[in-house]
């Protein structure tokens, strides 16, 4: 049965060649698993188990069972958890049986990308518990590997988060350097507005920023670097009249009071920046 796994700018066949390629074609034009091929009989079946060596939550399988498939499609899958849940230590994700050489080649793809995915989307859910009840909703940012931000993004929605720009194109985000170059919020806001764009962020860290952004058309504010007591004066400030997010620091032990002062969205960088490895393996089965 075909892997089918479909994201909006994310190509899956594309993506699982060229990365099988990085392990398996050299600079020279050198090809193969050079371990698997000398070491592992060539009708050798290998049956093994993907499992989670800690409490994780999952993200990433349908693109690791891509991989099994690119190098032997009559692999035999079984998938026990879908993305998106928290599991315990030990649990099995997936069971496989295939042939051992193409098994073995394509592991290491296989693992990166649960492994990467998966600790994304773990810490995720660890700020979306920390936030739950207040109201306020997690946002991830770009703060993302290059080539890597659709799957990336993905993770994070698995853990449940919801998220912000895709990209440069989905919205205007007027920062410091914006409103330095345009000649102050009032002005970049404008221009904005003047191009026609319906969702303008702007990034202001003082509260003398929020009436002027505010009377130029913004529709959204990230208040940057505030503490608790400065956001909460800056809801009562907008009073509802735009949508506010903090963000800038945001910390697992400072999310809780963030989110309690009003805002809308929280955004927090280091869901994609810096979320370790999820410890998950592959092993053979034995018996």
């Known amino acids: 049965m075909p892997t089918t796994f479909h994201l909006a700018g994310f190509d899956l066949d594309p993506f699982v060649a060229a990365t099988l390629a990085e392990d398996t074609v050299g600079p020279g034009g050198e090809a193969g698993d050079i371990t698997a091929a000398a070491v592992i009989p060539h009708n050798a079946r290998f049956r093994g188990t993907m499992a989670a060596r800690d409490a994780v939550t999952v993200a990433g399988l349908p693109i690791a069972e891509a991989f099994f498939r690119a190098l032997d499609p009559d692999v035999a899958i079984d998938r026990l958890v879908e993305d998106g849940e928290s599991v315990t230590a030990g649990a099995v994700l997936l069971r496989i049986d295939g042939r051992a050489r193409a098994m073995l080649t ?35 940012t770009r703060k993302t590997l290059p080539g890597l931000r659709v799957l990336e993004k993905y993770a994070t929605r698995m853990g449940g988060a919801t998220n912000h720009r895709m990209g440069l194109w989905d919205a205007a985000m007027i920062k410091d350097n914006h409103v330095a170059v345009a000649g102050g919020v009032g002005e970049a806001v404008a ?80 869901l994609t920046q810096s979320a370790p490895a999820a410890d998950i393996g592959l092993d053979l089965a034995i018996g």
């Open 106 to 140: 394509a592991e290491r793809s296989a693992l990166n990308t649960v492994q990467h995915l998966s600790g994304i989307a773990t810490l995720t859910r660890t700020y979306v518990d920390a936030i739950a009840g207040t109201g306020a909703t997690l946002l991830d």
């Open 191 to 270: 221009r904005a507005v003047r191009a026609g764009i319906e969702r303008i962020i702007v990034e202001v860290d003082r509260l003398d920023q929020i009436e002027p952004a505010l009377a130029a058309g913004a529709t959204w504010l990230l208040l940057d670097n505030m503490g608790a007591d400065m956001l909460g004066e800056a809801v009562a400030i907008v009073a509802g009249r735009a949508v506010t997010e903090a963000s800038g620091g945001v910390r697992l032990d400072t999310i809780r009071a963030i989110a309690g002062t009003g805002v809308t969205y929280v955004s927090v960088g280091r």
